[in-house]
């Protein structure tokens, strides 16, 4: 109940092609959902978050696409650059209660110049 | 934007011994501070919650005796991870929430990688 499910383990993206990484949960509570960037020995980054009353959100090549009615939700990055190429986390929270952020499992990305 | 600063950075030290761990928010006000352990390749899980003045909440499996958290001040929160055996090597990451926020951002320190020989 507490899961989220984040695929794929890892992802090769050419330089300017796009980048998708998709995530699951299963707790309808969780009203909140950002996208953390982690790079080796480093805690991780704030990238986008989206709440559910919105399906879209964009900041710059960052895109979250949300589909409250499948409890999915994906991050986009366009144009992905080889500084792109870190780990990435999708998380979830139940911000009415505990607010704890449960992380999806990451997934390494790797962008080929 | 906000800061957390968690130190040290890395700790080396002997099986046996006890490390702490500090997390401190520079430039606002916790009342909540999360701590996570990350193995390598492996996801951040959640160890605990601690609130300023009161007792921390342990995830289930993990042990309180062996991994002190004290939040004694609304911007430091300390890990004391006691008699530190091998199997306690890891990531730790601490995280916090900006008290006069309305948003649900938490901020994550730099982590600590922790080494037991």
């Known amino acids: 109940q507490q899961q989220v499910k984040q695929s794929p383990q890892s992802l090769i993206v050419q330089k300017g092609g796009i980048s998708i990484i998709n995530c699951a949960y299963e707790?309808?509570?969780?009203?909140?959902f950002p996208w953390y960037q982690q790079f080796p020995g480093k805690g991780p980054a704030l990238l986008i978050a989206?709440?559910?009353?919105?399906s879209e959100k964009k900041e710059g090549r960052f895109t979250i696409s949300f589909n409250k009615s499948a409890k999915q939700f994906s991050l986009h990055i366009m144009d992905s650059q080889p500084g792109d190429s870190a780990t990435y986390f999708c998380?979830?929270?139940?911000?009415?209660?505990?607010?704890?952020?449960?992380f999806g499992q990451g997934t390494t990305l790797q962008v080929k110049p | 934007g906000a800061v957390v600063s968690q130190h040290p950075s890395r700790v080396i030290c002997k099986s046996g011994t006890s490390v702490k761990i500090e997390c401190r928010s520079l430039?606002?006000?916790?009342?909540?501070m999360f701590w996570y352990r990350q193995f390598p390749k492996q996801s951040l899980m959640l160890m605990a919650t601690?609130?300023?003045?009161?007792?921390?909440?342990?995830e289930q499996g993990v042990e309180k005796d062996k991994f002190l958290i004290n939040h004694a001040s609304l911007t430091l929160s300390t890990l004391t991870v006691t008699s530190a055996h091998p199997e306690d090597s890891s990531f730790y990451i601490c995280?916090?929430?900006?008290?006069?926020?309305?948003?649900?951002?938490?901020?994550f320190g730099s982590g600590t990688q922790l080494s037991v020989l």
């Open positions: 430039d606002f006000q916790a009342t909540t």
């Open positions: 707790n309808t509570a969780f009203d909140y």
């Open positions: 995280s916090a929430r900006d008290r006069g926020a309305t948003n649900e951002k938490l901020f």
């Open positions: 989206i709440r559910p009353d919105v």
């Open positions: 998380a979830a929270s139940d911000t009415g209660n505990t607010g704890k952020l449960i």
């Open positions: 601690s609130n300023e003045g009161s007792k921390a909440t342990y």
